[in-house]
């Protein structure tokens, strides 16, 4: 993916200033570098460093680091991306794209993840095509549904779905039991998995659901901010597997 200059240098400026304003760099550094699922020696070898450094400073065993290395950190991260595809930058690009900011939160998995757990994530259970449940997701998607009816149209619903379908379109903000199948009923593109916050699907929807073959699932998480924080906690997970940090468990209940 060739990635613009002005939205390389927005997520510059973006992550260095939260290393630089932060009241734990070190912290934060390691924080960005997770996201970006890039480990200590990948990126302490990009930037000709021992590996022992980019720990240092994580774990604060060295002082705040200065200007000079937390441009060279930064675009480090972003070079190491832009190797694998830009998936991170693309997924920034999604969610700075939408004036109406209808798509509130958008992650791509560094590796499968079951639906179990992300149904353990967001206190969810399946309440339609029990029989088509699928086991795995690669991502998610949280929009606000009103949002989505409102400003989106046509090509515009393909924002919704980041790299790839085979995700879960979380909608929260439900007006109506059943408007956010309507949504998934007239685009070309279907998601692997649906999620209705707060909202429960009427029949309408489960009626959709069945017709689409498409899992259905009902989140009795708290808020909003709740559903994003367990599924950012479970997309950290995920990394910390990736870079073989963590063994495979299903996250704890965070929603509760």
């Known amino acids: 993916m060739s990635v613009s200059p002005s939205l390389r240098e927005v997520l510059a400026r973006r992550i260095a200033g939260e290393i630089i304003l932060s009241g734990k760099p070190g912290a934060t550094m390691r924080k960005w570098r997770e996201l970006f699922a890039v480990s200590q020696t990948s990126l302490s070898e990009h930037m000709g460093l021992s590996s022992s450094v980019i720990s240092d400073y994580e774990s604060s065993r060295r002082k705040s680091p200065g200007a000079k290395f937390i441009k060279k950190f930064v675009l480090s991260l972003l070079s190491l991306d832009e190797q694998k595809g830009s998936r991170f930058i693309r997924e920034f690009s999604k969610l700075t794209s939408s ?5 509130m939160d958008l992650r791509e998995f560094p590796i499968p993840v079951r ?8 206190n969810g259970k399946l309440v339609a095509c029990e029989e088509k449940f699928v086991k795995e997701v690669n991502g998610y998607t949280v929009v606000d549904s009103r949002k989505t009816v409102e400003t989106y149209s046509g090509y515009e619903y393909t ?7 085979e995700r879960a379109l979380i909608f929260t903000n439900v007006d109506g039991g059943s408007l956010p199948m309507m949504i998934v009923r007239v685009s070309s593109l279907k998601p692997r998995v649906v999620v209705f916050h ?17 899992p259905l699932i009902f989140s009795t998480s708290p808020t909003v901010e709740q559903l994003i924080k367990s599924l950012r906690k479970l997309y950290r997970t995920a990394i910390r597997i990736k870079l073989g940090r963590k063994r495979v468990r299903p996250p704890p209940n965070t929603s509760a």
């Open 198 to 214: 707060k909202t429960p699907p009427d029949e309408e929807a489960i009626r959709i659901a069945e017709y689409e073959q498409i």
């Open 115 to 122: 639906v179990e757990y992300l149904c353990k994530a967001i």
């Open 159 to 165: 924002q919704l779905f980041g790299a790839t379908t």
């Open 99 to 103: 004036p109406s900011m209808a798509v």
